[in-house]
């Protein structure tokens, strides 16, 4: 059994994670640093995936060689943001579903409003990798897993970034089935839902907006 929570402390990973935190780094620089990270967390993240064995021609021999078993990946971005993650992943795995969770978080109340849903078929069958850049409150995390589940997803891994203590305990709690990988636990939240010392908001910094 995997642990629940797995921080990827590689040297490449907390050197870009780094560069993504200071805030001189422009957004073109930012958006690349997560493409590049994601596929490292990614190579991470499907560590467990199972295996099966395919007879295959080499130059020089015939062998039974390993390939990833059953139905393709689905790869759940949690919009906006989860776009980020999205790109790096695909590239290490182009075969992949792709699905889309739109949630935004309500300023106020910090709780998860849905306005976007589709997801491939046949989750029930399929590993499935939840991206979000930011475990935060762990709210619009577990709504949207909460959503994957009631849509048949039963093998579900969460990527992130960065991971507040109080988002891993709140995952932990509703979703102990399901693990997380990410760059960092940061030390907390502060009062309006930010994770500190953080890297501020993915999105913003991912598509240039505030
Ligand atoms: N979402 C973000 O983009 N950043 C945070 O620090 C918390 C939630």
Do not use: W
């Not at 064995?53 to 943001?81: C, H, Y």
């Not at 709780?111 to 499935?128: H, I, M, S, T, W």
């Not at 994957?148 to 507040?164: D, N, Q, W, Y």
């Amino acid at each position: 059994m995997r642990a629940h929570l797995t921080v990827v402390e590689h040297p490449l990973v907390q050197h870009k994670l780094t560069m993504m935190r200071d805030v001189a780094t422009p957004t073109p620089e930012f958006r690349r640093l997560m493409q590049e990270v994601s596929l490292l967390l990614a190579y991470e993240v499907t560590r467990d995936l199972k295996l099966c064995k395919r007879e295959i021609d080499t130059p020089l021999t015939r062998m039974k060689a390993p390939v990833l078993d059953g139905k393709k990946l689905a790869l759940i971005s949690i919009l906006r943001a989860g776009n980020g993650l999205l790109d790096g992943v695909l590239q290490l795995i182009p075969l992949a579903r792709v699905g889309f969770v739109g949630l935004y978080r309500d300023e106020k109340t910090l709780e998860p409003v849905q306005y976007y849903f589709k997801v491939p078929d046949a989750l029930q069958d399929r590993d499935v990798i939840a991206l979000d850049p930011m475990l935060a409150t762990g709210n619009s995390s577990v709504a949207a897993i909460d959503l994957l589940k009631r849509a048949g997803a039963r093998r579900i891994r969460f990527m992130c970034l960065l991971a507040a203590p109080e988002g891993v305990a709140r995952m932990q709690e509703a979703h102990p089935d399901v693990p997380i990988v990410t760059a960092a636990l940061d030390e907390y939240l502060n009062e309006n839902g930010y994770i500190v010392p953080g890297l501020g908001d993915a999105g913003d910094r991912i598509f240039g907006t505030n």
